[in-house]
């Protein structure tokens, strides 16, 4: 693998899923988080990458992040000598919901950032009702690699919504998004994920028992998340909307050949309307 | 899904059955489509244009008509276009006399009671008043046919031709003893009309319905509707059924449903947007204003095309959803508004 991405020209950015062992993502046949961990190095370090992404949880873990992020401090700290003998800096992603960036950024200064970094994943700040550029600005300038897609975000009678859509459909201003990005984290990846054909997801903020599990978020940071929906509308675009769920072939087969126009769309927005990439120019 | 019992249910006694265009991509034909209505415990169906049967030989629309009797499924007919300066007009209909008397007599042959047509679409509300003087004028030329054949014309609010007002002026003007109204409760939102207000409105006239349900929201330029399944949107079909009961209980519920589309943008804060509306009320736009604010997008799964031609995947899954949206829409007209008679015995 590591000659023919060679041959091809593509750096590879490696990867592995929950390193924490207290979420409910976590899986057992993974063993321990230590040994996952060496096991995701190895294979990074074997196909020549020099980036290796993982996550801590999802949101159902937000009711007990402090012993999720110890846990996964715990566990980043046991490889620490086998990612810097490696070359591979550990990127760990805010992944569906988890940690909103200052959390994150805290993960990370806690497991030790001279191993440790971000994954930085632009859409999925959203669930944890946290504009993107403010993801960005915080975490910036421990980026080693990053998840990039765009979101619907709106208003709701019961707070806001946000939608998974495709870059340069939704509502996030990527042409200050890729200002930052140069300024903070240029020799960062920008790998788009793009997740389209999920229904929008509602983020009841104005229910009190929406804050139980952001106890501790700066009022001054969700008012940036609050001026993002205030701005944005619904994504009201031809989309497959199907949901998390197992599809009918029909639909399945709608949902397969979505997924590939909507990250070729992508790549054409971030080429050609935010100039990012550097062969498809020579 | 918020079951009523019988004695709460809105819609008892109201007849339940749907429009032929909900299930349009599988391209079935009059028997099929009876045998369908049927295998699903209604009363009722609208062909709702002259493409769906067979053929229009009067041999087969007597077969069509006996097949009906025998699975118990009542017709109400229907043609297309009947106003020949609209945008939707089609030219080998010859002229919308003959278009009329045509359809006016397939709809006796196969025992039908109602016929709906339509004027136009919103693209000829830049010349409403021509448009709507020549299709008075073309249903005023098959008033005898149509008392002689005892079928009465139900003009339907279309795509966005005309609001609920406009409809019943113009069945006013052409005789309300020949023509009334095919309500549809989802073209509404084209014209910025809440369907209570159109059904208030054209309540005394209807004959035949399309009913759907639809999902309206506010936008920074206004609001924006989408067509959803019976139950998924923002109407308040308690009280739709209410003013039903009480206006036009003998009318057939026919639901139209048509899922797929993406939400139809209705940017009324635009100055121009009020070009094609200039004698709209505002104290009947202000019901629209008032269900966009208590609205929101639909937000559960649905295929949504691009409109025109789709990759082949993409039919698919369309062609798939009209059918499983018709269903669960006639669920929820039976089970939550108590709508249809034979499903009960």
Same mark, same amino acid.
């Given at each position: ?55 801590? !949880? =999802?949101? $159902?873990? @937000?009711?007990?992040? +402090? ?6 401090? /715990? %566990? ?93 459909? !939704? =509502?996030? $201003?990527? @042409?200050?998004?890729? +200002? ?6 240029? /020799? %960062? ?94 | ?345």
């Amino acid at each position: 693998m590591k000659e023919h991405a060679e041959r091809l020209g593509i750096a590879i950015d490696a990867g592995i899923g929950c390193i924490c062992d207290v979420s409910k993502s976590w899986e057992q046949k993974n063993g321990s988080p230590t040994a996952y961990l060496r096991k995701g190095l190895s294979v990074a370090k074997a196909v020549g990458a020099r980036a290796m992404r993982c996550n801590m !949880g =999802s949101r $159902d873990d @937000r009711p007990n992040l +402090e012993r999720c992020m110890d846990a996964t401090v /715990k %566990a980043l700290q046991s490889v620490r000598s086998a990612a810097l003998d490696s070359g591979v800096r550990i990127a760990v992603e805010n992944h569906a919901g988890d940690m909103q960036a200052r959390e994150t950024k805290m993960l990370i200064e806690a497991a030790g950032r001279d191993f440790v970094g971000s994954c930085l994943d632009s859409g999925n700040p959203l669930w944890a009702v946290e504009d993107p550029l403010l993801a960005l600005e915080t975490l910036g300038p421990y980026v080693v690699t990053t998840h990039i897609r765009d979101s619907a975000v709106f208003e709701h009678p019961r707070g806001a919504a946000v939608q998974w859509v495709a870059l340069g459909d !939704g =509502s996030v $201003d990527f @042409r200050r998004f890729v +200002e930052l990005y140069q300024k903070l984290c240029p /020799k %960062a990846s920008m790998q788009l994920e793009i997740i389209t054909g999920i229904p929008p997801d509602i983020l009841p903020y104005l229910e009190p028992e929406f804050w139980k599990v952001f106890p501790k978020t700066p009022a001054w940071e969700f008012a940036r998340f609050l001026k993002l929906a205030k701005s944005g509308h619904p994504y009201i675009g031809p989309m497959v909307i199907a949901g998390w769920g197992r599809q009918t072939p029909a639909v399945a087969a709608a949902f397969k050949e979505q997924q590939r126009v909507d990250l070729e769309r992508s790549l054409e927005y971030a080429k050609k309307v935010l100039g990012v990439g550097v062969r498809w120019k020579s | 899904m918020e079951k009523l019992s019988a004695a709460t249910a809105p819609g008892e006694g109201i007849r339940l059955g749907f429009d032929s265009y909900s299930i349009r991509d599988f391209h079935w034909k009059d028997i099929q489509l009876l045998d369908y209505a049927a295998s699903l415990k209604l009363d009722t169906i609208q062909l709702s244009g002259l493409s769906d049967y067979e053929s229009l030989d009067a041999e087969h629309l007597a077969k069509v008509k006996e097949h009906a009797e025998r699975v118990g499924i009542a017709i109400d007919a229907g043609i297309g276009c009947i106003c020949p300066l609209s945008h939707g007009w089609n030219p080998r209909e010859g002229n919308p006399t003959e278009f009329l008397a045509k359809g006016l007599r397939t709809a006796k042959a196969v025992g039908a009671h109602s016929m709906r047509c339509y004027m136009g679409a919103r693209g000829d509300r830049p010349h409403l008043d021509a448009c709507m003087d020549v299709t008075i004028k073309a249903l005023r030329s098959v008033r005898s046919e149509a008392l002689d054949l005892g079928v009465r014309i139900g003009v339907e609010n279309h795509a966005g031709d005309m609001q609920a007002r406009e409809v019943k002026l113009l069945i006013e003007e052409s005789g309300k003893d020949f023509v009334g109204s095919c309500l549809d409760s989802g073209n509404p939102m084209w014209v910025v009309e809440n369907p209570l207000v159109t059904i208030e409105t054209l309540g005394p006239y209807v004959v035949t319905t399309h009913i759907r349900d639809s999902a309206v929201f506010e936008t920074p330029h206004g609001a924006a509707a989408q067509w959803v399944a019976l139950g998924d949107g923002s109407v308040d079909f308690r009280r739709f059924l209410e003013l039903y009961q009480k206006l036009c209980p003998k009318a057939a519920m026919q639901l139209e449903i048509i899922t797929g589309r993406p939400p139809t943008p209705l940017p009324y804060r635009d100055p121009e947007f009020w070009n094609d509306f200039p004698h709209a009320l505002a104290s009947e736009f202000s019901r629209f204003v008032e269900l966009a604010k208590s609205g929101h997008p639909y937000m559960g799964p649905m295929v949504i095309g691009s409109g025109g031609k789709q990759p082949p995947v993409i039919e698919a899954a369309l062609k798939e959803q009209q059918r499983s949206d018709l269903e669960r829409s006639l669920e929820y007209a039976k089970k939550v508004l108590g709508v249809g008679v034979r499903w009960k015995s």
